[in-house]
């Protein structure tokens, strides 16, 4: 199994910067895809940001151009870069990684962006 922690969550002024952080227990370098998801409150979890084992990497339409998503496969983690913060972008994320044909979650780390 793995284990993910995320860290980096916390209060930023729109049009600020952050960087989430996710670490994993163990290697996630033949991992097919690790990502970040994230769910505003009563609404739907989506997926962010993803990279898959080729670093290939997608972002969904609400952050591209903002975000960045990459991968130490030596420090076995993922990062998730947003820059120029919006309201909008405040939610719970969570970082994911497919491996070995199962699903990973993290616990989440809260971001709230103020205006």
């Known amino acids: 199994q793995v284990q993910l922690v995320e860290s980096g969550g916390g209060s930023v002024q729109a049009g600020g910067s952050l960087r989430l952080s996710c670490a994993a227990s163990?290697?996630?370098?033949?991992?097919?895809?690790l990502g970040w998801y994230r769910q505003a409150p009563g609404k739907q979890r989506y997926l962010v940001a993803s990279?898959?084992?080729?670093?290939?990497?997608n972002y969904a339409n609400s952050v591209k151009g903002r975000a960045t998503i990459s991968r130490d496969n030596v420090k076995n983690t993922v990062d998730l870069q947003i820059d120029s913060l919006k309201p909008e972008d405040t939610a719970v994320y969570y970082c994911?990684?497919?491996?070995?044909?199962?699903?990973?979650w993290g616990q989440g780390t809260q971001v709230t962006v103020s205006s």
């Open positions: 994911y990684v497919y491996l070995g044909y199962r699903a990973y």
């Open positions: 990279i898959n084992s080729g670093s290939t990497t």
């Open positions: 163990r290697s996630t370098s033949s991992a097919d895809i």
